[in-house]
């Protein structure tokens, strides 16, 4: 078992100049590369993301990092400077939606599968009602109560390097999800309680796929 480990105070980096020392130069692509529109290049990347995050704070400045997915493309571009992104049947939290109307700042990070790039975009957000906006949005006759409309601010296209690290898409380094706790025992354990009767376990986790297939188109 792994023991704790305390952080040390003479090793934190404090400030930023101290920060930039550890590190060489940032390279003249990298700078030039942010761009404040939404071109031909993101465009193809968005129209075949079916994955991102996405990246708020409260107002008090709580962070949060929400996963959104649907089929391929599910993030409309409105315009250079404007996405749509459909809000889904969730468990109702809304800490996303909650954080973008005190703190409009909003990052995205876009996936896809067998991609190793990947497309950042940084903007502000509002919340959007408007039926006409959300038709754009209905995925077989389901269309959502609400959109965050975001206005780019930034986007660039990022490296490689993370995902070729961690071997993301490669099936050989995919886990078996029965190695860990069922989503269901980790919730109970970390509120009510899970059932210590296996069974009883089973069937619960079985309720949950079923939910799955009832909700999800």
Request: aromatic fraction near 6%; proline fraction near 5%.
């Amino acid at each position: 078992m792994q023991r704790d480990t305390e952080l040390r105070q003479e090793y934190l980096v404090t400030d930023e100049q101290d920060l930039r020392s550890s590190f060489a130069p940032t390279h003249e692509i990298a700078i030039k590369k942010c761009m404040d529109h939404i071109d031909a290049h993101a465009r193809a990347f968005i129209e075949r993301s079916p994955f991102l995050c996405i990246g708020t704070q409260s107002e008090s400045g709580s962070a949060d990092v929400s996963p959104r997915g649907d089929p391929t493309g599910f993030v409309k571009i409105l315009n250079k400077h404007t996405l749509l992104i459909p809000d889904r049947p969730g468990n109702n939290r809304l800490d996303t939606l909650s954080n973008l109307l005190t703190n409009p700042n909003v990052g995205l990070l876009f996936l896809v599968p067998g991609f190793d790039d990947t497309m950042r975009v940084n903007g502000t957000a509002v919340l959007t009602r408007d039926p006409a906006l959300l038709s754009l949005l209905s995925v077989q006759d389901r269309t959502p109560k609400i959109a965050i409309a975001v206005r780019v601010t930034e986007v660039y296209i990022h490296c490689a390097k993370a995902l070729r690290r961690s071997h993301l898409w490669d099936q050989n380094y995919h886990q078996d999800r029965r190695d860990v706790a069922s989503l269901m025992k980790i919730i109970l354990d970390q509120t009510s309680g899970a059932p210590q009767d296996k069974a009883e376990q089973d069937k619960l986790d079985a309720n949950l796929e079923q939910t799955y297939r009832d909700t999800m188109y």
